[in-house]
């Protein structure tokens, strides 16, 4: 007679759900840090949503402010002005309002943008700064004045005139980080969904499980806007000249508005998991089949035992 193989032995429950727990806190811990790793290599590093992002600060007051600072202190450093000081600084601030403005700087961010996506990509330039020709800047400016019909627009000279925005030393650093960045966009991402599945899946009890992913999801959504709210307070109070901050600040908003939008929703899906694996469980709770109440029923009579034959008296 054969007898029947034994049956292999379950984990413990104390075992899976430690393991369950661990998988699960390093998903949540995982899941701040790939949303920001996505957003650096998929949003910033995107030349179009990097302009379009920029485009709005065009039009912003701080920003107008610093462009027309930094252009007048440029022209007085290049020609002795003198007593038109005053009134070039003013054309400069008009300038700012126009169309030939805004034109000039989404071209200006596109082009520097490209320059250095091309050095950190490629390869280009090692051992030089990164430059940008400000003849495509200038033509774009020429070109708009022309159509708003500025008087002699058509005169402005249009000079290959290269302007370093990135040094030598940091592109080297940057270059390394960024094929990194571009590595963990993608990986830490899939590995917090990864993890997640996995500690739900060993987990114990499951629904527990899943309320805890619920809920370390959203902390971790919250630690991510903290973290951006603290860069910016830094980023900020980093800029010497008290005049620019505003511009700083506004700057820092643009760029992460779409890292603000990924922490929201990381607190939301998180929050909204968590209440469904509870109202899973209520709902599973009420619906479990309750016993009816009310007074026991009395137990069944037996059979009566029949009397007993009296004695007749003598």
Known sequence: M?????????????????????????????????ALAAWAAYGLADTGRYVRAMAP????PAVRA???????????????LGAMTPYVRSAVRSFTHTEAYRAGWD??????????????????????PVTVDLAPVADRVKRQLAEDHVPLADRIPVEHT???????????????????????????????????????AVAARRRRALTATGLGTALGG???????AIGRHLTVAGVPDDLHRPAAGAV?????????????????????????????????????????????????????PPPEPTRARA
Request: hydrophobic share 50%; with cysteine.
């Open 162 to 200: 290269r302007v370093a925005v990135l040094p030598a030393a940091a592109v080297d650093r940057l270059r390394k980080g960024y094929d990194m960045l571009e590595v963990a966009a993608f990986w830490l991402p899939s590995t917090a969904v990864g993890l997640a599945v996995a500690g739900i």
């Open 222 to 228: 919250a630690l991510l806007g903290v973290a951006v």
């Open 107 to 128: 071209a200006a961010n596109r082009a520097t943008h490209d320059a250095v996506l091309r050095a950190l990509r490629d390869g280009h330039g090692d051992g030089r």
């Open 2 to 34: 054969q007898l029947p193989k034994p049956a292999r032995p379950r984990p413990r429950p104390r075992l899976r759900s430690a393991l369950s727990a661990a998988l699960v806190a390093l998903a949540c811990l995982l899941a701040p840090f790939g």
């Open 57 to 60: 600060l065009s039009s912003d």
């Open 66 to 80: 610093a462009v027309a600072d930094t252009v007048g202190d440029g022209l007085e450093q290049r020609a002795d």
């Open 252 to 304: 820092y908003d643009a760029l992460t508005a779409t890292l603000r939008t990924a922490s929201w929703l990381l607190c939301g899906l998180g929050l909204a998991v968590a209440l469904a694996a509870w109202l899973t469980r209520f709902d599973r709770v009420r619906n479990l089949p309750r016993r009816p109440r009310g007074r026991r029923a009395s137990p069944a009579p037996g059979p009566v």
